[in-house]
């Protein structure tokens, strides 16, 4: 069975940091793309990085360019997130999401991210 | 890509169908996602039309144009949920709409 777990959500002060994991079972992490798409409360789903399967291309959405790194580390089929210059506006709810043939079809449960001070 | 358009609300009665719209999908690779509250969002459509194994076939999907639509037919009470609509042209080309809300009377 598929699943993903992440997990490192927590409280955080505006401008800090925080490291969100994501680890897969049931499948290998080297086979797919990996994103994350984050949920404001009360709001929308929102594309936030992806990396391709060997690690080596990455990608951010506008919003959190230079802020935040996408990385993964196949043999232990697990993908970060680095946060960084944490804002208000970064709280909410991480999904890591397994791409497959042009759409996510796994998703995980989610991880919340708490920014206030 | 820009955001895509989805109406805020939907509702239909037990046994209506409802049918949810998505403008602005450019590229084909258009999904649709149902996510209950407090759940991660599950896919329920991709490639446009396709339903992936165990996926009810009362839902339906469809493209026109730059406009996507999910059908849901035979309306139950369980279907009342948040639909995503997603257009997919790659790693740095995501587009995901605003969601509906959709309420079974």
């Known amino acids: 069975e598929v699943q993903l777990v992440e997990s490192g959500g927590t409280l955080v002060q505006p401008g800090g940091s925080l490291r969100l994991s994501c680890v897969g079972s049931?499948?290998?992490?080297?086979?797919?793309?990996m994103h994350w798409v984050r949920q404001a409360p009360g709001k929308g789903l929102e594309y936030v990085s992806a990396v391709s399967a060997d690690g080596g291309s990455t990608y951010y959405a506008n919003s959190v360019e230079g802020r935040f790194t996408i990385s993964r580390d196949n043999s232990k089929n697990t993908l970060w997130l680095q946060m960084g210059s944490l804002r208000p506006e970064d709280m909410g709810v991480y999904y890591c999401?397994?791409?497959?043939?042009?759409?996510?079809?796994?998703w995980g449960q989610g991880t919340l991210v708490t920014v206030s001070s | 890509q820009s955001a895509l358009t989805q109406p805020p609300s939907a509702s239909g009665s037990p046994g209506q169908s409802v049918t949810i719209s998505c403008t602005g999908t450019s590229w084909y690779h258009v999904s649709w996602y149902q996510q209950h509250p407090g759940k991660a969002p599950k896919l329920m459509i991709y490639d446009v039309s396709n339903r992936p194994s165990g996926v009810s076939d009362r839902f339906s999907g469809s493209k026109s144009g730059n406009t996507a639509s999910l059908t849901i037919s035979g309306l139950q009470a369980e279907d009342e949920a948040d639909y995503y609509c997603?257009?997919?042209?790659?790693?740095?080309?995501?587009?995901f709409g605003g969601g509906t809300k959709l309420t079974v009377l």
């Open positions: 997603t257009s997919y042209g790659g790693s740095n080309s995501v587009a």
């Open positions: 049931g499948f290998s992490l080297s086979n797919h793309a």
């Open positions: 999401a397994r791409v497959n043939s042009n759409k996510y079809d796994y």
